[in-house]
Each structure stands twice: as structure tokens, then as C-alpha cells.
């Protein structure tokens, strides 16, 4: 940590890739005029959902899967819906800290028992990154109702293939969901994920949604404006 803090103190610049990040580090110490947010850049990939009327909705959440992440949350909420739904949960389980209560995957599937919705929850374990596209492309819906993140890859993964999102305000997501318009941003009520879920049950709403939602991240976190911010940054010394 001192280490850490004497790097920080000699460095001209610091740069941080979101606004959590930002206010992390000046919680840390580090000066604000030093700071910088650039976020993380991604490659926009190629988009081939199929177009299916009167299909189950499919959510998918993607992560490794720790208690904080607060899966249970999702498990609650597709129980309560009143529409057909698959939902996928692609990860491994890790704990965060060593003192995290290890079991967390197996308390996830007992709750599907107890919740009757086996049948329509798979845990498809954790996947490498090339195999994440087949998952991105069939979702109609990506939820991540998680306590803290810095920065959330695949909250940025699921926008760029378009998919409307439902997450809690960590990471990047409060810069690339707009209310309403490219998802939802929720505190994590149970009956609130409901609501929301519901609400994405129709499908033009979700195209309109996914469209908007590649475009910002299109804009903001494809790879050339991603350089063009750090050669600004660069030059400016």
C-alpha cells in the first residue's frame, strides 16, 4: 500500500478506467488534477440474434459468480414472473475474500429447488472468452445486480452486442445505461427486478433499447476513441 501511495504521489498522471474508480482514488489520496477516466476499450463485435416471436425471455448474467454479485436477487426475481423466461448464469463461483462463506453456487441451485424454476435456470459454468458470444447473442436481456464493481467487463461485453441491461449503479454501468432508454439502473429490490423484467417482456422495446445502448457504447468505448483520449493525454505534457 505504501508502495502503492509513493507511485501515486511521483506519477504525472493516473488514469482510471470509470467514475467509481475516479472516486476511489480520491478517497486514496491521490490528487484530483492528476486523475484521469479513460475507460476500458472493446471490440464491437458481430451481432446474430435470432428473431423469434412468442419465445421464452432470456436473461443471462455473466460474471464470476460471488455473493456479491448477488445472483439470488435475479433468482427471486424470474420466479415471480408472469411470462416464460430462461435464465442462463455463465461463471465460475469465486470468493471475493477469505472470508467469504464458501458454497455460494450450491446455495444458488437449492434456491431454484425451492423456487421450482430448475427447469428454466441453467448454470453453464464458467466459459472461456471466445465462447462468450454464442451466450451474448442469444440473450434478450442481461441482469448484474452486484454491490460493487470497479468496472464491470461484461456490463460493457452485454452493450456491445446490443443486449437492454438491468443493473445496480457499479462500474461503468450509470455511463451506459439511460432510464428508460438503454435499460434500467436499480438499488436491488427483488420486486423491482420484477417490474423491470416485465417491462423488457416486449420485444420491439428491447430492439429499441439494444440499438440505443450499442450505439453509446459504439461512441465511447470502441477502440479509437479510447486512443484518441490517451494521445490527448499524452501530448498535454
Given at each position: 500500500?505504501?508502495?502503492?501511495?509513493?507511485?501515486?504521489?511521483?506519477?504525472?498522471?493516473?488514469?482510471?478506467?470509470?467514475?467509481?474508480?475516479?472516486?476511489?482514488?480520491?478517497?486514496?489520496?491521490?490528487?484530483?488534477?492528476?486523475?484521469?477516466?479513460?475507460?476500458?476499450?472493446?471490440?464491437?463485435?458481430?451481432?446474430?440474434?435470432?428473431?423469434?416471436?412468442?419465445?421464452?425471455?432470456?436473461?443471462?448474467?455473466?460474471?464470476?459468480?460471488?455473493?456479491?454479485?448477488?445472483?439470488?436477487?435475479?433468482?427471486?426475481?424470474?420466479?415471480?414472473?408472469?411470462?416464460?423466461?430462461?435464465?442462463?448464469?455463465?461463471?465460475?463461483?469465486?470468493?471475493?475474500?477469505?472470508?467469504?462463506?464458501?458454497?455460494?453456487?450450491?446455495?444458488?441451485?437449492?434456491?431454484?429447488?425451492?423456487?421450482?424454476?430448475?427447469?428454466?435456470?441453467?448454470?453453464?459454468?464458467?466459459?472461456?472468452?471466445?465462447?462468450?458470444?454464442?451466450?451474448?447473442?442469444?440473450?434478450?436481456?442481461?441482469?448484474?445486480?452486484s454491490l460493487y464493481e470497479n468496472f464491470s467487463q461484461p456490463i460493457l461485453e452485454a452493450g456491445s452486442y446490443g443486449i437492454p441491461i438491468i443493473a445496480t449503479r457499479v462500474g461503468i454501468a450509470p455511463e451506459i445505461i439511460e432510464e428508460g432508454v438503454t435499460g434500467f439502473l436499480v438499488s436491488g429490490e427483488t420486486e423491482n427486478?420484477?417490474?423491470?423484467?416485465?417491462?423488457?417482456?416486449?420485444?420491439?422495446?428491447?430492439?429499441?433499447?439494444?440499438?440505443?445502448?450499442?450505439?453509446?457504447?459504439?461512441?465511447?468505448?470502441?477502440?479509437?476513441?479510447?486512443?484518441?483520449?490517451?494521445?490527448?493525454?499524452?501530448?498535454?505534457?
Amino acid at each position: 500500500m505504501l508502495t502503492l501511495k509513493t507511485s501515486a504521489k511521483r506519477a504525472d498522471a493516473i488514469v482510471v478506467s470509470s467514475k467509481g474508480e475516479y472516486e476511489d482514488a480520491l478517497e486514496f489520496g491521490i490528487s484530483r488534477k492528476k486523475l484521469h477516466v479513460i475507460p476500458m476499450g472493446i471490440d464491437l463485435p458481430r451481432i446474430e440474434r435470432p428473431q423469434e416471436e412468442d419465445a421464452p425471455l432470456k436473461i443471462l448474467f455473466v460474471g464470476r459468480v460471488a455473493r456479491v454479485r448477488r445472483v439470488e436477487l435475479i433468482l427471486r426475481a424470474v420466479s415471480a414472473l408472469s411470462r416464460p423466461f430462461t435464465f442462463t448464469i455463465v461463471g465460475g463461483e469465486e470468493k471475493t475474500s477469505s472470508l467469504t462463506k464458501p458454497g455460494y453456487l450450491d446455495e444458488l441451485k437449492k434456491l431454484c429447488v425451492d423456487l421450482k424454476i430448475t427447469d428454466r435456470v441453467v448454470f453453464a459454468g464458467p466459459k472461456p472468452p471466445e465462447a462468450l458470444a454464442a451466450f451474448y447473442n442469444a440473450a434478450d436481456v442481461f441482469v448484474y445486480p452486484s454491490l460493487y464493481e470497479n468496472f464491470s467487463q461484461p456490463i460493457l461485453e452485454a452493450g456491445s452486442y446490443g443486449i437492454p441491461i438491468i443493473a445496480t449503479r457499479v462500474g461503468i454501468a450509470p455511463e451506459i445505461i439511460e432510464e428508460g432508454v438503454t435499460g434500467f439502473l436499480v438499488s436491488g429490490e427483488t420486486e423491482n427486478l420484477t417490474q423491470k423484467l416485465e417491462q423488457l417482456g416486449d420485444s420491439s422495446e428491447r430492439k429499441k433499447m439494444g440499438l440505443k445502448i450499442q450505439e453509446k457504447v459504439r461512441n465511447k468505448f470502441a477502440w479509437k476513441p479510447i486512443m484518441d483520449q490517451y494521445m490527448e493525454l499524452y501530448h498535454s505534457f
